[in-house]
């Protein structure tokens, strides 16, 4: 990687492929949870500034936390069994 690649990288792309997507339900559903952990990609630095340094066990809890909101507010998300999601 060249050493002045961050300063080029200007933000993350979230793509959603719609060929299969119906409703809005199907949209909801490829989307979430990814969006939040694109999110959070985008928006804060790895613990030691480099990429490739995240750590899933740490993410998961985070997004568990998001499942209560997702619910509140309708959304059809996929529930990962990887994820312990809070209810």
């Known amino acids: ?3 002045n690649y961050p300063r080029k990288c200007f933000g993350v792309e979230s793509a959603l492929w719609s060929e299969t997507i119906q409703t809005r339900e199907d949209i909801e559903y490829m989307t979430f949870p990814r969006l939040p952990g694109h999110a959070e990609i985008g928006w ?3 613990p030691d500034g480099k990429p490739g340094s ?9 997004l ?24």
């Open 1 to 3: 990687m060249q050493r």
């Open 44 to 46: 804060s630095a790895t």
């Open 64 to 87: 568990a936390n998001h499942g209560p909101r997702l619910k509140a507010m309708g959304i059809n998300f996929y529930k990962s069994k990887l994820v312990p999601w809070k209810e």
């Open 54 to 62: 995240r750590n899933w066990e740490e993410y998961k809890i985070r």
